[in-house]
């Protein structure tokens, strides 16, 4: 099922009551390879009691740049999975709240987590986040009140081009898709609240699921059973 704001919950006569939990889906730019079928087949292997809705954002088919570049859009848009988020969480307030996003799809899961209260949704995962090293997470580390567990590799080709292109905060740097994020440190004391970054690098054992280590790899249903299912199941 596809939403693009809250209105889908804010109809709370007919929207179903899932208490159990729900995974919010947010792909990265285009979407050129979309998490869809394969997050909600990963979901049904696992028998895990979540249900997948995912959360369109992008410009379309091959407007990759503005889906990168647009910053007021993917602020727009935050807002309005935001909405989305805290209108489920009035018809089903013990239900479990997950993002799960993919590339550029970070940009609009951290402008969402800056409009949400502290502790709003249980966990965030960014896969291959098409966001600078040093992008300041701390709004979504205060929202998601099981941390943030976000994934990178080495051989994350986009993440490299990225430098050259720009990622989806503005910043020409090689992605946190790719090197991972840097905590900002007063002096060396790290801020407090990155202790709720939870950082995962590719690494061969994931090839058995069919990940290879690069930019889509993260989005196949055998790595989402595999490792990412399970961290929403904690």
């Known amino acids: 099922m596809t939403i693009g704001c809250a209105r889908l919950y804010a109809q709370t006569e007919s929207a179903p009551r899932v208490e159990q939990g729900i995974i919010f889906r947010i792909d990265g730019s285009s979407p050129i390879r979309g998490m869809g079928d394969d997050l909600r087949q990963a979901v049904v292997d696992a028998k895990a009691p979540l249900k997948v809705e995912a959360f369109e954002w992008s410009h379309g088919p091959i407007l990759i740049l503005n889906d990168l570049h647009e910053h007021d859009y993917q602020k727009a848009k935050g807002r309005e999975l935001a909405a989305a988020v805290l209108a489920y969480r009035k018809i089903s307030p013990t239900g479990k709240v997950y993002l799960v996003c993919h590339s550029s ?5 951290l402008a969402a987590a800056a409009q949400l209260p502290a502790g709003s949704v249980d966990r965030i995962v960014l896969l291959a986040p098409a966001l600078a090293p040093t992008c300041d997470l ?6 998601a009140r099981d941390g943030v567990d976000s994934f990178h590799s080495v051989k994350d080709m986009v993440g490299l081009a990225l430098a050259v292109f720009g990622n989806a905060d ?3 740097q090689i992605s946190a898709g790719s090197r991972g994020f840097t905590p900002p440190r007063d002096g060396d004391v790290e801020d407090p609240l990155y202790a709720n970054l939870h950082q ?6 994931m090839s ?3 990940h ?3 930019h889509f790899g993260w989005t196949r249903a055998g790595f989402l059973r595999a490792y990412v299912v399970p961290l929403l199941e904690k």
Request: hydrophobic share 40%; aromatic share 8%.
């Open 105 to 109: 799809g970070a940009a609009v899961v």
């Open 170 to 172: 503005g910043q020409f």
């Open 200 to 205: 995962h690098a590719w690494e061969l054992e």
């Open 138 to 143: 701390r709004p979504a580390l205060r929202c």
């Open 208 to 210: 058995k699921t069919g």
């Open 212 to 214: 290879l280590g690069g």
